[in-house]
C-alpha cells in the first residue's frame, strides 16, 4: 500500500486536472449518465450543489472539448467535501473509461494539494464493487462496514421508557442542539451538520425528537414513501444512552409509519454498533446479508507527521 499524501500523479496529466465550476454542469451531469465508472454520495444535496466547493475538479483534456452536439466535455471528475469537518467524504467520482484510474489518480492529487489542513479523513462510502480496483492505490484502507436492516410491517414489542420523557415534532429551533449532539455522540465521518440535518428534515416523511427531563437529548428522522420507509437516522445523546430513549423513538417512529401505511422499514448501521443492532433485532428488523464497505485516506499519515486519525 501506498503511504498516504505519495500520491502524486502523473505531471502530463496534472496539467489537465482544474477546479469545476458551474459553466461545467451540463458536462457533468452528461458524464455521471453516461459514464463507465459513477459513485455518488451526495446525501440530500443535488450533485451540482457541491460545485461550489474547493475540493470539486475535473479533468480536461483540452482538446475541441465538444461532442457532436457542440456541447462541452468532460472524461473525469471527482468531488471530496466535508459536511462537517474534519472528516470529508467522496462526493462524486466518475470516468468515461475503465482505463480511468490514472486521471482519478491526477484529480485526487489535485484535490490534497488544496486540502484545508483541518481535515484528517477522507472517507469512500462503497455502493458498488469498482472503486476496490483503485483505492488501496490511492492509499485508502477499509475502516468501517455498514450493515443493512429491514423490517416487514411496523408493529411494535414491549418496551420500557424513561420517566419525564417527551417525543414530539421537530422545530426548526432544535437544530443547533441537534448537531451538537451528532458532535457528541459520533466519530467525525459519521456527524452531520445542522445544514445537513435542515435538508434532511425537508426530505423527511418522519422526524421526531426526544426530550429527557426537559432537555433535548435524541432525534430520528426518516424517509421514503410508497409503503416502504428508511429510518436514516437516530441518535442519542451519550450521556443518556442506555435508558430506553432509543426504543421510544423507534417505537414512535413505527407508530408514525403505520399511520402512512408503511409496510416495510429498512436502516442501515455500522457492523461494530453492538448497541444498535441489539435495539433493531429486538424490534423485529433483520439483516438483509447487503453491506458496504467504508475506506478511508488520512492527510496527516505520512513519516515524521503526527497521526491526526480519529479514536
Known amino acids: 500500500m501506498q503511504l498516504a499524501n505519495s500520491v502524486t500523479g502523473e505531471p502530463i496529466l496534472r496539467r489537465h486536472v482544474r477546479k469545476a465550476t458551474p459553466q461545467d454542469a451540463g458536462a457533468i451531469q452528461r458524464l455521471m449518465k453516461m459514464g463507465v465508472y459513477v459513485h455518488l454520495h451526495t446525501d440530500w444535496r443535488a450533485p451540482g450543489a457541491w460545485l461550489e466547493r474547493p475540493g470539486f475538479v475535473v479533468f480536461d483534456e483540452g482538446h475541441t472539448g465538444e461532442n457532436l452536439s457542440g456541447k462541452s466535455e468532460i472524461p473525469a471528475c471527482l468531488a471530496i467535501a466535508a459536511e462537517p469537518p474534519p472528516a470529508a467524504w467522496v462526493r462524486i467520482a466518475a470516468v468515461d473509461s475503465t482505463a480511468g484510474y490514472s486521471r482519478t489518480e491526477a484529480m485526487f492529487a489535485a484535490v490534497l494539494d488544496t486540502l484545508d489542513p483541518n481535515i484528517n479523513e477522507i472517507a469512500w462510502f462503497l455502493t458498488g464493487y469498482w472503486p476496490l480496483h483503485w483505492l488501496e492505490r490511492l492509499g485508502f484502507a477499509p475502516t468501517s462496514n455498514v450493515l443493512t436492516y429491514r423490517k416487514e410491517g411496523v408493529s411494535v414489542p414491549t418496551f420500557s421508557s424513561p420517566p419525564q420523557l417527551v417525543i414530539r415534532p421537530l422545530l426548526m429551533d432544535d437544530i443547533p442542539t441537534l448537531a451538537a449532539i ?48 428508511h429510518l436514516s437516522r437516530m441518535t442519542v445523546h451519550p450521556s443518556r444512552q442506555g ?36 435495539l433493531y ?26 497521526e491526526n486519525r480519529p479514536e
Open 243 to 278: 435508558m430506553g430513549i432509543g426504543a421510544a423513538l423507534l417505537a414512535d417512529a413505527l407508530n408514525n409509519y403505520r399511520l402512512q401505511n408503511i409496510r416495510a422499514v429498512t436502516l442501515n448501521t455500522q457492523a461494530d454498533n453492538s448497541p444498535s443492532r441489539r
Open 182 to 229: 451528532e458532535e457528541a455522540a459520533f466519530e467525525p465521518r459519521w456527524r452531520h451538520s445542522a445544514e445537513d440535518l435542515f435538508l434532511a428534515w425537508r426530505h423527511s416523511i418522519c422526524f421526531t425528537v426526544a426530550l429527557h427531563e426537559g432537555q433535548l437529548m435524541a432525534f430520528q428522522f426518516s424517509t421514503g414513501g410508497e409503503g416502504n420507509a
Open 281 to 306: 433485532e429486538r424490534f423485529g428488523f433483520e439483516l438483509t446479508g447487503s453491506s458496504y464497505p467504508v475506506w478511508s485516506y488520512y492527510p496527516d499519515k505520512v513519516a515524521g507527521k503526527p
